[in-house]
């Protein structure tokens, strides 16, 4: 700063080094007005005025901003700028979508007037801390506290078919106060308004049998689900937006043997996506056949087919007996039997022409 002229007594000489200093010093003191506002001068003084529409935008501090610190019994007393902690929600419902928080020191909220004061000490840090339920939505208004340690927080997860969800905590990092020399120094960690998203997730297992659903992975935040697989007898096929379990079977042995499964086809072509609807397997069914090879005498049963509970049954048409050959001299001389119309005894001799006699009933035809 330019001092001024020394004083002078009566008869003293002013020179021009004198003068000089006067009007550097007169300049040097003279009021100039600083960015957005105006310099107004009157008989009494002058006097600073913002102009109703200033021509140089008026420079706003940050959300958060530290506006003033006073030292108060061993510690500090700090005022901040208000910011807002701002809740943007996928789904409305009575709500709006896009929420706005002020948060508050002890039970005054930042934008009161005059504004809450801060204590706080040298290594200290200012958080703004909110909860959350178990659907990431606010459930308590946000609030600013002081710690010298980190906070870590939880975050939240929504219920699940495993288990009942957890609410979040959440800590926002304001700024840290330090020391420089004796002095604080603000380390900034925060400038702008704290946004959160609420990521709303929820699941459930409809219905019985196996649940495709299978746990929420906290440590990864991943949901996961089961793969569905077919297994012996079943095929899985993704079309589009299912997956279809196909049976899926085949029939095993001689190739020339009846097929029971009948497999899906088109024109002698296997179909490769069969259309809904239950596999279709061909009857086992029994052998009849004509009485004297003479339709209209009436049909008997050679071979039956019956069912039980758990069984097919395939057996004979119920009937039993035998027939014996024998000689001139009436010595047998060859039997046949059967049971349930099936032969289970013959014999191979040979009788001569003419001397044939039986003891049994002739056979079931």
Not at 16 to 32: K, M, S, V
Request: net charge negative; aromatic share 8%; charged share 30%.
């Amino acid at each position: 700063m330019i001092r001024l002229p020394q004083k002078k007594r009566p008869g003293d000489p002013i020179l021009a080094e004198d003068w000089n200093t006067l009007l550097d010093a007169i300049a040097a003191r003279t009021p100039r007005p600083g960015t957005g506002l105006e310099l107004i001068a009157s008989s009494g003084g002058f006097a600073y005025s913002q102009p109703p529409e200033p021509i140089i935008p008026r420079q706003s501090l940050p959300p958060f901003a530290v506006i003033g610190i006073e030292k108060s019994e061993g510690s500090h007393e700090v005022i901040i700028k208000e910011g807002w902690v701002i809740e943007r929600k996928p789904k409305s419902e009575d709500n709006p979508a896009v929420k706005f928080h002020m948060p508050r020191s002890g039970e005054t909220t930042l934008d009161t007037i005059p504004r809450p004061r801060i204590a706080m000490s040298i290594g200290d840090t200012l958080w703004c801390k909110y909860q959350t339920d178990i659907m990431g939505e606010i459930s308590e208004e946000p609030e600013v506290i002081v710690a010298a340690d980190d906070q870590d927080g939880i975050h939240y997860y929504p219920e699940d078919p495993e288990s009942s969800g957890q609410e979040g905590t959440y800590f926002v990092k304001l700024f840290k106060l330090e020391d420089d020399e004796g002095f604080p120094k603000i380390k900034v960690y925060q400038q702008s308004d704290i946004e959160h998203w609420a990521q709303l997730w929820t699941g459930d297992n409809l219905g019985g049998g196996a649940r495709v659903y299978k746990e929420h992975k906290e440590t990864e935040n991943i949901f996961k689900f089961r793969t569905i697989r077919g297994d012996y007898g079943i095929r899985e096929n993704e079309t589009g937006d299912e997956v279809e379990l196909d049976f899926w079977a085949e029939n095993i042995g001689e190739e020339s043997g009846g097929e029971i499964w009948k497999k899906p086809e088109q024109n002698g072509v296997p179909i490769p996506d069969p259309p809904d609807g239950p596999a279709q397997f061909r009857k086992v069914v029994g052998r009849a056949y004509y009485l004297d090879d003479n339709p209209d005498a009436g049909v008997t049963e050679q071979i039956k087919v019956v069912t039980d509970e758990d069984l097919v049954r395939v057996i004979g048409n119920g009937k039993k007996g035998s027939r014996v050959w024998r000689d001139c001299d009436g010595n047998e001389v060859m039997r046949i039997e059967w049971d349930d119309g099936l032969i289970t005894s013959t014999g191979d001799a040979e009788m001569e022409a003419g001397c044939e006699e039986t003891d049994a009933p002739p056979p079931p035809y």
